[in-house]
């Protein structure tokens, strides 16, 4: 759509932080218009008592502060994901704070969580009625003396409008904040969430799923103690993966440098060997949301070639502009056609051998 691509355009011309900003107004303001796509059936995906339209959906990280789910679901996103949020607002770390690789399609990070807190989220999602899978993805404030007790807030504060929670352990940016992936901290960290999350089925009488969101920058050990720890839990599902501090491979020699995590589409490959390998750890049960480098309807497809039941995106869209998803969702149905599949679905795990055999 044409809109789509002078939007993208005009954002280049400026700075990454304010062009986020100004995608922000842009979609808060209705400037740019709904995508209408026919349903399509085959693309329907159920997982955790939830049926998305279609498997793509957009990462946490754009929408904050749950600012414009809705707009971003008439993007053609069969589901969104606000966040992360920490309890208090939190400015972040010090700017300049996102950098584009743009000869590599990249974008390295290091904003630290910066958001406006649980309350203003809590009440724009309130206000808000939306037509739709919004996720809540939740975190801990970079100074809080209890991170796990963060992330139980979290579920309790959001419980009554999160259509799924995602607890975020694996930003780079925030310092500490992977060592919850650890074996201990991790079992910790679950039965603290999940009891808060049972707690609150209870008191509503509906069970909101609970992900967890892990790095790409794990040893096969860090691997096994996730997944021990993952089917020891009723954990509802993973997403694999966030950022990565991987520099391998980048032509942008100059930006490369910049610290924070790397997104985009050098962080494919690696995001996909570790979604396979942790597929194959947990067996064919536990959801699985493939996240890095979906670029296309091809590396979407990929994606759940190599394990993943659903996808999301964030960094590509910079460069592909916000008709991405519909284009991978259009695509979608195309390759469907071609290989005369019924269901998405029937083509999870077709890869899944030839990507959990690579080497990390």
């Given amino acids: ?63 904050k502060n749950a600012e414009v789910p809705g707009a971003i679901l008439r993007l053609g996103f069969g589901f969104t994901e606000v966040g992360t949020v920490t309890p208090k607002p939190q400015d972040g770390n010090p700017k300049p704070r996102i950098f ?3 000869r590599d399609e990249a974008v390295i990070n290091r904003l630290g969580f910066n958001n406006e807190g649980h309350e203003a989220a809590l009440a724009r999602l309130l206000a808000t009625k939306i037509q739709g899978i ?25 419980y009554d409008v999160a259509r799924y929670f995602t607890a975020n352990i694996s930003s780079p940016n925030t310092p500490g904040l992977r060592d919850l992936q650890a074996r201990e901290s991790l079992s910790a960290l679950l039965s603290a969430v999940l009891a808060t999350r049972d707690e609150e089925a209870a008191r509503t009488g509906k069970t909101v799923p609970v992900l967890l969101k892990i790095a790409p920058d794990l040893t096969e050990e860090g691997m096994d103690d996730i997944a021990a720890e993952a089917l020891a839990h009723p954990l509802d599902g993973l997403i694999v993966s966030n950022t990565t501090l991987s520099r391998d491979g980048l032509r942008d020699e100059a930006q490369s440098r910049e610290t924070g995590g790397l997104s985009g589409k050098p962080l494919f490959s690696r995001s996909t ?14 959801p699985i949301i493939g996240v890095g480098g979906v670029s296309s309807a091809k590396t ?12 999301q995106l964030y960094s590509c869209m910079v460069y592909r502009g916000p008709g991405l998803a519909a284009d991978i969702v259009r695509g979608l149905g195309a390759e469907l056609d071609r290989l005369d ?10 890869s899944l051998d030839a ?4 080497p990390l």
Avoid: C, Q
């Avoid at 990507?355 to 690579?358: D, E, G, I, L």
């Fill in 134 to 158: 919004v996720g809540v993805n939740i975190g801990a404030n970079k100074d809080s003396e209890d991170r796990i007790g963060d992330y139980v807030l979290g579920i309790r504060r959001f």
């Fill in 1 to 63: 759509m044409p809109i789509f691509d002078l939007a993208r355009n005009a954002l280049f011309l400026l700075d990454p932080e304010t062009a986020h900003g100004a995608s922000i107004a842009a979609l808060r303001s209705g400037l740019l218009p709904s995508v209408h796509l026919p349903p399509d059936p085959r693309l329907r995906v159920s997982l955790g008592g939830l049926e998305f339209p279609n498997p793509v959906g957009l990462a946490a990280g754009y929408d």
């Fill in 300 to 311: 979407a497809l990929e994606k759940i070639r190599a394990g993943a039941d659903l996808v």
């Fill in 341 to 350: 599949v019924r269901s998405v679905t029937e083509l999870r795990d077709t």
């Fill in 273 to 286: 060997t570790v979604l396979a390998k942790m597929r194959k750890r947990v067996g064919p049960n536990l």
């Fill in 355 to 358: 990507w959990a055999s690579r």
């Fill in 100 to 102: 584009r690789l743009t």
